[in-house]
T-cell receptor, first 112, second 115 residues
Framework: GDSVTQMEGPVTLSEEAFLTINCTYT??????LFWYVQYPGEGLQLLLK?????DKGSNKGFEATYRKETTSFHLEKGSVQVSDSAVYFC???????????FGGGTRVLVKP | GAVVSQHPSWVICKSGTSVKIECRSL??????MFWYRQFPKQSLMLMAT?????????EQGVEKDKFLINHASLTLSTLTVTSAHPEDSSFYIC???????????FGSGTQLSVL
């Protein structure tokens, strides 16, 4: 079946540091890939997405590129802020339907 | 953006009791709602998919008599954990999809602790 694997946290960084969260997936066909973020006390919010190979999703300074050859969708941000402290989930969805398959989530803590 | 309200955000109950979790779409009609659970340090696992007015579709391994899902209206779905036991302690989160299903919106989750 489909699966998403992302690096375990917590990831602790200083403000303005570079952030990378690795995500790889296993799926048949051509899934769409997503990064969701959950801030403390809030629901998951869509951060960015990519629907086909080589697409780059970007939002709020975060980027991720859909790499079919390596089945990866790593999340990056060049300079993190304290407000980026959250749990980040990588996910995929098949072309048909809305069934998301999630990775385990990575908690990121940015210290001032 | 669209808002999904999930209530309660946390609940502690005694073993053998039942707990109801509500998921409401506040500003759109949710034709489909999804219920997930997450164990510590593990992925969000889809439990069931519910469509308004019809029976929920449960994922393999999820007991439908244990986790009762009702999606009686286009704005409300409920998950009832019946005769809860400590192993049911988990983080439960709902999501809702509007017509067309192009976007999913998530509730803030419910942390259930069964003593």
């Amino acid at each position: 079946g489909d699966s998403v694997t992302q690096m375990e946290g917590p990831v602790t960084l200083s403000e303005e540091a570079f952030l990378t969260i690795n995500c790889t997936y296993t799926a048949t066909g051509y899934p769409s890939l997503f990064w969701y973020v959950q801030y403390p006390g809030e629901g998951l919010q869509l951060l960015l997405k990519a629907t086909k190979a080589d697409d780059k999703g970007s939002n709020k300074g975060f980027e991720a590129t859909y790499r079919k050859e390596t089945t990866s969708f790593h999340l990056e941000k060049g300079s993190v802020q304290v407000s980026d402290s959250a749990v980040y989930f990588c996910a995929l969805i098949k072309a048909a339907g809305n069934k998301l398959t999630f990775g385990g989530g990575t908690r990121v803590l940015v210290k001032p | 953006g669209a808002v999904v309200s999930q209530h309660p955000s946390w609940v502690i109950c005694k073993s053998g009791t039942s707990v109801k979790i509500e998921c409401r779409s506040l500003d759109f009609q949710a034709t489909t709602m999804f219920w997930y659970r997450q164990f510590p340090k593990q992925s969000l696992m889809l439990m069931a998919t519910s469509n308004e007015g019809s029976k929920a579709t449960y994922e393999q391994g999820v007991e439908k008599d244990k986790f009762l899902i009702n999606h009686a209206s286009l704005t409300l779905s409920t998950l009832t954990v019946t005769s809860a036991h400590p192993e049911d302690s988990s983080f439960y989160i709902c999501s809702a999809a509007g017509q067309g299903g192009e976007k999913l919106f998530f509730g803030s989750g419910t942390q259930l602790s069964v003593l």
